[in-house]
Structures are given as C-alpha cells and as structure tokens.
C-alpha cells in the first residue's frame, strides 16, 4: 500500500512542479530548463532552515516560497533580453550554475552528500517517521494549494494575456499590455509554485541532494508537460501521473534491471521524439472542452459602436460637434536606421471623426510611420501629441491604454487562442488582468468575466463573426482574421485608430464589408487614419489624405486632389521595387 | 532479478559439491525444517556511469544467497533476494524502488550502496525495523547512523596510517593531496593531514574536485607547481584511474597513494597505474584464508571473472552477518522476519563485539557508530590491471610482512 | 556532516601554476574551437538546435574504438569514427528534424525532439557496448615537456588535427561552390532558393560536415579519456557556448568562442578551486547573453 501512496504523493508533488513550468512554458512560451535547479532553490530553502533553525511548517513553506519566487524573478531579469534559442542556453547557464552551487558551497548546501534528516511535519503526521499514507494529507494540501492556485491564474484575464503574449508579443503590446510586466510575473508566479513543490518535495523525502535537481529533472518536468499538454493544467496532472508512475509500476513486473532501465529510458526519449512529431500539443489539447457559455448578444450593434469607445485624457476643447479638431499631432518626426530614413521631419495631425490616408509609394515609410506614432519604434527627434497631451515618452502599451491603437498588415492575431479570447484579452480595465487585482479583488474578477464575454461577443456579432467564437482563431480564413483584427481593435476601446491596410489580400465580397466597418467607426466619433496602397479604397474611404515620398510629406488635400496631381502619379507609379517598408525587422 | 535468482539457484544447485565446501565452514547448519523466507532487498546502481559496482555487489550478493539456500538455509530461513537500481545515485530513484522492496516485496533486511542513496532510505529503514548494510559507500553521513551498519573500511580510518608509513617509505616531505569535493573526499582530505602530522611532513597542495570528472588538468597544473614528493588520491570509481593517467602524463612522476582501486579504473590507467599503492580492505583472491578461497573459486567459476572486494563485502553480509543475526535471533526466540529484530539483534552483537566470519581471513567487528573493523592491506598495482598486497594493517598501523 | 569550505581553499590567487594554465587552457581550447564549428555550421544553416549532436560524438568515439579493437590503426579509426558519425548526423537530420520542420514545429519542439532522440540514442549504445568506460587501445602517448610546461603527444596532436579541420572547413566554405551556397543558406533562405540551389541537399551537406567533425571529435576523446555513454554531453555544451559566445554564423567566431572558453575555464584555476572551473563556461555564456545576445563576434547582419 505504502509503495503505491508513495508513487500518488510523488506525482503531486511533480505535477505542482509542472504547474509551474507549465505557465512559462505553456503559457507564455517561455522556454525554462532551469526548473529542476529552481526546484532545488525550493527545496533547499526549506532543508536550511529546517535542520539549521529549527523551523517548522508552514513557515518553511512560506519561506521556499519566498526565496524561489524571488529567485525566479531574478532570472526574468536576463531573459526578458532574449527568445528561442537563447533562453534555452541562458535558462540552461542557470541550471548548471546553480547545481554547481549545490555541490561545491559544501557548508551550506552539504555539497553532493546533501542535507538529511530534514524534520517531517510531525503535528500533522503524528510520527517521526510516518509512512507515504502519513504523509499524504500534507502532499494533497501543498497539491490542492498549487491546483487551485493554478486554475484560478490559468483561466484568469491574467492567464489569458500571457497566452495572447506567446501568441504575439507586438500584438499583445498593440492592445495595451505591458509585456515586460507580465514576464516578470509569470516568472514570479512560476517561482512560487517550484517554491511551494520544493517545499514540500524536502519534507516528504527528508533529505536533499544535487541530484534530484540535474538537468535531467528539468528535461523530465518538460516531458511531464508537453506529454500532458502544454498549456492546460490537467494535462500536467495527467503527464506527471503518466511519467511518475508508469517507471515505479514497472518495477512490479521484476523484470532485469539493467534491460529495464535502459528499455524505459529509450522508451522515454523515443515518446518524447515521437511526441513532437505526430502530437506536439500533447495528450490533453490547450482547450479541452470548446463550447462557450451561450450569452446572447445583449447589446445592439449600434451600442458597442457609439457606446465603448474612450480616450481618458480627453484634450481641452474637443465638443462632439468640433470635428474638425487634430486628435493626433506629429510634429518633424525624425528616424533613421542606418543610412535609411524612414521619417525624416516629417508631420501630420488627425481629426476627430474623420478618415485620413497615407499614401505613397512603397519604402516611403509609411508603416514606420505607424511605428513612431504607436511608440513601438523610438524616435531621434521629434513629438507626438494626444489629445493634446504629450506621449513622446510613453511606452506603445501606454499609449493604447490612452486611445491610441493600431491593427497590423499581416494581422497579427493570436492564432493558438481561441477567437473569443483574441477579443476578450483586449477590453482594457478587466480586474484580473493584473496580478494585484486577480488576488486583490478575487470577487469582482469572478463576477466580471461574464461581463467581458459578452462584450466580447458583442463586438464578434458587430464584425459578424460570433458563431466562430469558440474556434482557434488561426483556422479562421485571413479575410476574416482581418475582421477579428478589427474586433480586437474595437475591444481596446480606443478612440483613434491606425488601420494598416486593412482591406489588402482579401476578396471583393469582404472588401466593401471591411470598408462598410470602418466608415461606420469612424462616423461614431473615432479618428481613423489608413496606411492604404489601393488608391481606389483610399479614395472611397479617406475624406483627407497625407502623401509621403522618403520619409517627407510631399502633399496633402483629398484623396481625388492627389490624384490628379501629375507629379504625385509619377512619384508613385514611377517607381518598382522590392516591398521592404512593411517587412521591415525589429516590430 | 527475482526470474534470473531462481533460475540461478538451480544452477547452484547443480554445483553443490563446490558450494557445501562453504556451507561447512561457514556454520549455518539449518536448525529445523528451513521453510521459511526472508526476504532481502538491495539497491545497486544497476544502470548509470556507477553500474560497475552494481554488476559486482548483485553478484557477490546473490551468490551468497544462493550458497545459503542450497546448504538448507540459514538457520530455518531460506533467503530470497530482490535487487532494485538506484541508478547510480539517484536518490529519488534510491526511496521509491525501497518502499517498493519494503512494502511490495516485505524485505526485513536492505543492502544499500553509494553515501547518497543511503543516507536517503536510512529514515525508511528505522521507521520499518528494517536493518540496513552498506558494503560499498564510503561518505562519513554513513557514520553514526540508527540501523546502518557499515562494512567498507572508511578513508578516515585508513588514511592516517597509510599517509605515515608511506611518507617515509619514500622519504616525503611535500604532500600534495587530490580529493572528491563532498563528505567523504573532504574526511579523507583531514585524514591525510593527520597522517602527515605523524610523519612531519607537510602538505602543500589541496585540490577538491567534482565528482565524475575526467579532465584533471587545472588540479594537476597546481599540484605541480606546489612540487610535492608524493601525491594522495582521495577519490573514488573511475576517477581515481583518469587522475593517476592524466598525473603520469604530464609528467608528474612522485609516488601516489590512495584508498580505492577497481578493475575499471586500473583499465583506463593502463601502463600508468604502475607503482600505484592503495590501502584497501584485504582481499586477495589468492588468500589461503578457507572461507575466502571457496568464495573466489566459486565466483570465478559462475561469473568467469576474479572477485574483488566490493563483491566481497557484500557476500560477507548476506553469507555470514546475516545467518548469525538470525541464529541469535532464533536463539532468543524471536522471528527474525518480525520488524526491528534484526537490527535489534546486529544491535546487541556490535555491543558485544561479536566476531563475525568473513572472507577477509580472520574476523570482523563492527564499531557502535556503524564502522567496520577487519583485515585491511596496502596493495601495490602493475600495469596489466592486477594488484599484489605488500603490506598489513593491524590495529592502526602497517606492517610490512617480515618486519 | 557539513565542512567548513572555507579552510579548504583560501581565496587568495596562486600564480605559480598561470603557464601550465594557460598552455592548458590553448590545448583544450582548440578542441573546443573545432567542436563549436561542427556544431557553429549545423545551427547557423539550419537553425536546428541539434542537441543530439552530443549522440554523434558518441556513436563516433564508440566507432572508433571498435575500429581499434579490431586492430585497425589509430588514424584509420579517427577517421572511420568520423565517417560513422557523419552518416548518423545526416540520417539524423533526415528521420527526426525533417519530419519536424515539414510540420512547422516551434523552436522548442524540435529542441525537445533533439534531446528525447539523444536520450534515446545513449540507451541504445549503453545497452550495445555495456556502462562501463571503453578504452581506445593501443593509443600512441608520450610525455612532452616544453620547460616547465608539460602535457601529452596526444594533447598536442588533438590540438593540431581540431586546427587542421576547422582550417579545411574555413577554406571549404570560403571556396568551394557548395561552401558558397551553404553561405547562402545561412544569410538569406529565400535568396538560396532563387539561386537554385536546393536547401535539403544544402542541410544534408552541413549535417555531414559537422558530424564528421564531431565523430573525429570523439574518437580523440576517447583516445585521450575513454569512450562512455554519456561522455557526449560535456563537451557538445562546451561547443554550444562557444558558439553563442563567438556569435551564429561565423566560423572565426565558433573558433574563436572556443579558444576564449578554453582559456576562460582553465585560467579560472588561478583563482577559483579546480571543482568550480566547469561552471565558468555557464557564468561567461550567462554573462554574453545578458550583456551582449548576439554574441561577442555576431556578423553585422540584420
């Protein structure tokens, strides 16, 4: 019985581990091979102060907690530099590091012999030397903590962004989050649960080593979650059961040693390759059950139009009825990349309630032109102002927060997510979006999820696409990632809009709805302004237009005015070459 | 391990004429009809870089069991072994496959190997009543442990002696030393100082190293700019044979000592090893000690290899520590396979510095803190992976045959 | 049970040993140097984080040492080993990434698909050739001394012959017409193609070259230590770091990471305790990433 309790209590304590991993990994993309060695900050933590001071439960607990979560953190630091490959060496720099800590710093840590006679929590088991079945109230506890913990972070608004942050992180900035804010959380809430693991891990076993926290535990705690399924945490609890016990039931079967181990760990590795291959999304799918809570559309269309949009700094003297005043005012924007300059002086202003162009030919910076307007490319010089307040020095993200945002020419949506959540995780102000409130205020998260889901859907029905609300969104046709582009745009609520031509690649039939969408936003009050290449939907769109040459604003006047200027058409027909404005790198 | 124990054991039953040779000197007659079970369980790195112990202690071990029950069992109980990998030292994989050996198998009595392993069950083993036996681990964490006995003399007790008597056999003043960075190399570290001590000579090189490695030439540049007349291993496995190659090579040619030697490590040292001398617990497969004798002849003939002492010390615990618990067990009245006789037992024994069999020759007793006192023997190796024993130690200090 | 660390190893730096260090530090070094091209190649053309190169390395070194077992001369096994080797990393390429690139895998799941094939593979070879260290036999040593400094023919000789194979494949791909399109492959993918050349042959072609060298890698690690299953781990993270350090893309700059680590872990010796040198590769690969990701001679490339 003990064996068997012992293989249960084993498997908690992992798939806590994978809970942990599970966020970094499966939910923002970030990959971490130093989760065993964190697991050791855990676990270490708790040996120290257990035999050295004489702690006890559940302060040793706290403790771990607090020593991993600040360690975690500080790895975040680092890897908010890099991706891919490069956190893979960097994560892994730190495992090494750390269990080179474990083994040589032999006064603290007990080097490679490890620390033993860690004191089990006695007033709970009721022995000095209680049995896995002793033991296993303590293991459910420390499991249901991280468990719930975890379900109420994972399907949080906070959850939510991190997945749109793996997604898209320009994306994801594009409607006002603040990425670097939620790497580092995730790192800390990460630290946490490899804390809360570690914790228990030195009070089950009662003894500590560097072995258990190798390389080859990190890579085993990956197997745990990409066998389960990254990014659902019943697929960790799944992977961890799978991957703990099917070794320990397989000692039952008696079979040689030698073959047996090496047979399970070729099975393991082949699993792993075969994995990645045939079923990368593991055993139990991001998105177990897809089927949404029904909530009818309670809001007209014309409501979620006039009704949500917002600019919280409103300017001094804008009255509805004053259309005609600038919203946005660049001035001598000035950029260079090298020896190119994509903006160079360059300046314009938008008004409210009106459609504004900018054309020109291909490579005259246009799309740079989003980029400094948006804050997601620096400026050398030069100011931008909104709603007469100056946001030069603001961050992309804070610059949506205040009105500001943009779609993308390639779309940019969050492919892996559902299509809802692509809408949901842009409506600005959630409580729960944010670690302080998704604690702080644990009521009014719960009570306003319904709400933003039927926003959410609301603003689906506007773009016609609310019956797909439940499907991943990247197997939406790109017609229509373009209309959810435009869903989650209207979901930032912001009042002026930056539309990277927003009817390019699609058929006819969508074309005129998209342009139908946008007419209708921008005579609900909104600043629209277009980066368009089809002079024939500038024209049908724009009632002013900005035509740029070089990184200057050669003319402006209506969009029929430009056209019939003879110099302009040469300017902008004259001239072929590669399109390389709008793949520029680096956004 | 539980199909191929049994179908060794017929093969043991086939070779019986060889194996009673043993069962009469070994003075486990069976005392009642021998129907009974005990149940032993093992934890051996049957897989991973330490599966060169494994292979020999699962051997040395079994045959043991199977000399026990083939002589009729020891005293009333047939054994019946049950080995598990600890993968080398793994603790994690150590605890589950001893709750797996405790609690599925209902083992009484565990062979346990490697410090960390150890160390870890050790907890299980008092809480069940369940006697523990190492023959193989070296950490001093193994010292002055509840129900943990100990057979492999340890670097503490060994090392001071052997320091002294080979600083002046060659006339060392300067002694550099080369250590495993953990529990054990560091004791072996403060052992070879107090050796020095005795023998007022001087220690001028310390290098800790990681445990496993295989390039050695950071200590080795040090050690030789120190410029030490005699160089000291306290290292272990595999290592000990990379250091004295890579010392050879780059031209470091003063005498070095140690306390560990393998077959392994003689075979990655080739040529090298030659002068090598280690003080080791004493078997010598050439012994003329009886017990020892049948033991190698009987290991050489199933296995086709020579014995050395890793097999040894776990064929001393399972063919002659146990069967005399059980007998005094038996004489006290009690079921050995009941939870904490055994220890209760090796207990009362220790106490009364009782003088177990062993292959070593002579008699071994164990210490109250868990160690082992028994023959051990300085042996000189050569370079084809053999070694010849040239000197004695008895009662902390050596002696040279003859003299 | 727990040791004062500090009597061990007073931290003061000791000098004495800084030649012997540095020579150490040059030989290993240029191990190091050709193992971070053979991987530098395969990850700068393909960008496939070939963690099973550390498996190549050793299906080479076992290849080696059976050749020489055999009684085949050492470099008739040196360059059996390599040929091994080179044929695994393509078969490699061709049965695992192949797959995985046809499918789009992310980054992170060909990673894992390169570890879950070495796990695998290390049981394979432990089951064939047993756990324990396999010798190369009859191994030509001797003992050099240059003054003070001393080391073995064989350092001297794995040193010369990595120099030799990272100077061949410098020249290969400075000069030759594949070198030109593996070149092309790695600066512009799209470009590659409308050259005509076909990117399956242009990564069967790396993987051959860089496992090739990192099966001769092996056999003379073997050579100088012994062959095991797991020996490919340390060095193939020796070459991953060096070529992080160095920058992707540049075989000057693999060579040069792997100098700069050679140097860096055995001059470390003069001020830290010889048990701790091995994690200063981890705190230099920590300290480039933080301070410069692209490495320390990254192509001025966009």
């Known amino acids: 019985m003990a064996f068997y309790v012992d293989i249960v209590n084993s498997a908690l304590i992992v798939a806590v581990l994978g809970f942990s991993l599970n966020f970094l990994i499966g939910y923002t993309g970030l990959i971490s091979l130093a989760q065993g060695a964190m697991y050791g900050v855990g676990a270490y933590a708790t040996a120290i102060v257990a035999t050295r001071a004489g702690l006890d439960l559940p302060l040793t607990v706290v403790l771990s907690v607090a020593v991993t979560a600040v360690g975690y953190t500080l790895i975040a630091w680092p890897a908010l530099r890099v991706t891919g490959e490069y956190l893979i060496l960097l994560t892994l720099a730190v495992q090494f590091v750390l269990v080179g800590v474990y083994t040589s710093w032999t006064s603290v840590t007990g080097g490679s012999g490890g620390i033993a006679g860690i004191p089990r929590p006695t007033w709970l088991t009721g022995s000095e030397f209680p049995s896995p079945t002793d033991l296993l109230p303590f293991v459910l506890v420390i499991f249901f903590i991280g468990l719930g913990l975890s379900l109420w972070i994972g399907h949080s608004p906070f959850g939510r962004t991190l997945r749109a942050v793996r997604e898209n992180e320009s994306a994801a900035v594009s409607i006002g989050k603040n990425v670097t804010y939620y790497k580092v959380m995730v790192f800390l809430l990460a630290g946490v649960l490899a804390g809360l693991a570690g914790a228990a891990y030195a009070h089950y076993l009662a003894f500590v080593s560097p072995v258990s926290f190798s390389l080859d535990q990190s890579i085993f705690l990956i197997a745990v979650i990409v066998l389960g399924g990254a990014g659902n945490i019943f697929g960790t609890v799944l992977g961890s059961f799978i991957l703990v016990g099917f070794p320990q039931l397989l000692l039952l079967l008696e079979l040689d040693n030698q073959v047996a181990g090496l047979a399970q760990r070729f099975a393991y590795g082949l699993l792993l390759v075969l994995f990645m291959i045939y079923r990368p999304q593991g055993l139990v799918p991001e998105y177990l059950h897809i089927p949404l809570r029904r909530v009818a559309p309670a809001r007209r269309r014309r409501d979620v139009v006039a009704g949500t949009r917002r600019s919280r700094n409103p300017g001094p003297p804008t009255g509805d009825g004053d259309g005609d005043h600038p919203v946005v005012v660049a001035t001598e924007l000035c950029k260079s990349f090298g020896g190119v300059r994509p903006a160079d002086g360059l300046s314009l202003s938008l008004p409210r309630g009106k459609i504004t162009a900018l054309v020109g030919p291909n490579g005259a910076g246009k799309t740079t032109v989003f980029n400094l307007l948006t804050g997601v490319t620096s400026l050398d010089a030069g100011r931008v102002e909104l709603h007469g307040r100056d946001v030069t020095d603001l961050a992309a993200w804070q610059r949506t927060g205040l009105g500001l945002a943009r779609t993308f020419q390639d779309v940019r ?5 559902r299509v809802i959540d692509n809408v949901t995780t842009a409506i600005p102000d959630q409580p729960g979006d944010r670690v302080s409130s998704l604690f702080g205020r644990p009521w009014a998260t719960w009570r306003t999820s319904v709400d933003t889901t039927e926003k959410a859907l609301s603003y689906l029905d506007f773009v016609g696409l609310a019956d797909r609300a439940g499907a991943l969104a990247s197997t939406l046709a790109f017609a229509e990632q373009k209309l959810l582009g435009l869903a989650r745009l209207m979901a930032t609520e912001a009042d002026v809009l930056l539309l990277d031509e927003p009817a390019s690649g699609v058929d006819r039939q969508w074309v005129d709805k998209i342009l139908e969408l946008v007419r209708e936003l921008a005579s609900d009050g909104r600043t629209v302004c277009i980066v368009e290449h089809n002079l024939e939907i500038v024209r049908a769109l724009a009632s002013h237009a900005y035509f740029m040459d070089a990184g200057k604003i050669v003319a402006d006047g209506t969009p029929d005015e430009l056209m019939a200027d003879p110099h302009l058409a040469s300017i902008y027909f004259g001239r072929s070459g590669p399109p390389t404005e709008d793949t520029h790198a680096g956004d | 391990m539980k199909r191929t124990s049994r179908a060794r054991a017929r093969l043991a039953a086939a070779g019986a004429a060889l194996a009673l040779t043993a069962t009469a000197c070994g003075g486990s007659g069976g005392a009642g009809g021998g129907t009974e079970t005990l149940n032993m369980g093992a934890l051996f790195a049957m897989t991973g870089e330490g599966s060169f112990y494994g292979d020999v202690m699962s051997k040395g071990s079994q045959l043991a069991v199977d000399q026990v029950n083939s002589g009729g069992g020891a005293h009333g109980y047939t054994f019946e072994l049950q080995v598990e990998d600890h993968r080398s030292g793994q603790v994690d994989a150590a605890v589950s496959a001893a709750r797996k050996l405790l609690n599925v198998d209902g083992a009484t009595v565990l062979l346990s190997s490697f410090t960390a392993p150890t160390v870890a069950v050790q907890p299980l083993a008092v809480d069940q009543g369940v006697l523990l ?3 193989g681990g070296v950490g001093s964490d193994l010292v002055g442990k509840e129900n943990l006995y100990n057979n492999r003399m340890l670097g503490a007790q060994l090392l001071p002696a052997m320091v002294s008597w080979s600083a002046e056999r060659h006339n060392a003043q300067r002694v550099a030393t080369i250590f495993w960075n953990d529990a054990a190399g560091r004791s072996d570290n403060e ?46 496995g595999n290592d000990v044979g990379y250091i004295i190659q890579q010392a050879r090579r780059v031209g470091l040619t003063v005498p070095i000592i140690g306390n560990e030697w393998t077959p392994d490590a003689a075979k990655i040292a080739g040529q090298a090893m030659e002068g090598y001398t280690a003080i080791i617990d004493r078997f010598d497969p050439a012994t003329s000690d009886p017990e020892g004798k049948a033991f190698a002849q009987e290991y050489e003939r199933r296995y086709g290899e020579e014995p050395e002492f890793y097999a040894a010390n776990y064929y001393d615990l399972t063919r002659f520590v146990l069967p005399a618990l059980i007998k005094m067990a038996g004489d006290a009245g009690e079921d050995p396979t009941e939870p904490g006789v055994l220890a209760a037992e090796m207990a009362t024994a220790v106490e009364q510095g009782h003088e177990f069999d062993t292959v070593y020759g002579e008699s071994m007793t164990f210490n109250q803190d868990g160690t082992v006192v ?16 040239i000197a004695t130690f008895e009662d902390g200090r050596i002696v040279m045959p003859g003299g | 049970m727990i040791h004062p660390a500090t009597a061990i190893h007073p931290a003061t730096a000791d000098f004495g040993p800084a030649p012997q260090l540095a020579f150490d530090g040059l030989l290993v070094g240029s191990f190091y140097a050709m193992l971070a091209v053979s991987f530098g190649i395969i990850f700068s053309t393909t960008r496939t984080f070939h963690f099973a190169h550390a498996l190549t390395f050793t299906v080479g070194a076992y290849a080696g040492v059976v050749a020489a077992e055999a009684g085949l001369p050492f470099w008739s096994a040196v360059l059996l080993g390599a040929l091994a080797a080179a044929f695994f990393g393509v078969a490699s390429d061709l049965l695992v990434y192949r797959p995985l690139r046809r499918r789009q895998a992310k980054q992170l799941n060909i990673f894992l698909a390169s570890l879950g094939f070495l796990i695998a593979g290390e049981a394979v070879v432990q089951y064939v050739f047993g756990p324990n260290s396999r010798p190369l036999p009859s191994v030509p040593v001797t003992g050099v001394q240059f003054g003070s400094l001393a080391t073995s023919s064989l350092q001297i000789l794995i040193a010369v012959v990595s120099w030799l194979f990272v100077l061949l494949v410098a020249a290969f791909l400075r ?56 020996m490919g781990l340390e060095p193939l993270l020796a070459a991953f770091i060096a070529v992080f350090i160095g920058g992707i893309g540049s075989i000057a700059g693999a060579a040069v990471g792997g100098l700069v680590l050679g140097f860096a872990e055995s001059l470390g010796a003069i001020v830290l305790p010889g048990y701790l040198t091995n994690i ?22 966009t």
Not at chain 1, 413 to 417: A, E, H, L, Y
Request: aromatic share 10%; net charge positive; charged share 15%.
């Open chain 3, 175 to 230: 000069w030759s017409k594949y070198g030109l399109a593996i070149r092309g492959v790695e600066s512009n993918a799209v470009l590659a193609d409308a050259f005509g050349v076909s990117r399956t042959l242009i990564f069967v072609l790396v993987f051959f070259i860089g496992s090739f060298l990192a099966g001769a890698g092996g056999v003379l690690f073997a050579a100088r230590d012994t062959a095991t299953p797991g």
């Open chain 3, 280 to 301: 200063v590769a981890f705190v230099i690969l920590f300290l480039v990433l933080v301070v410069r990701p692209r490495g320390l001679l990254a192509p001025r490339t």
């Open chain 1, 413 to 417: 949506i969050f492919g892996g997510i």
């Open chain 2, 374 to 389: 028994k023959p051990a023997a300085v042996f000189e190796a050569d370079g084809q992976g053999q070694i010849t024993p």
């Open chain 2, 133 to 135: 036996l190492n023959g």
């Open chain 2, 191 to 236: 052992a070879v100082k107090q050796g020095c001590q005795q023998a007022g000579c001087q220690v001028v090189a310390e290098e800790p190293h990681a445990i496993g490695t295989t390039d050695y030439s950071a200590q080795l540049a040090r050690i030789r700019s120190a410029n030490p007349d005699m160089l000291v291993i306290g290292s272990y």
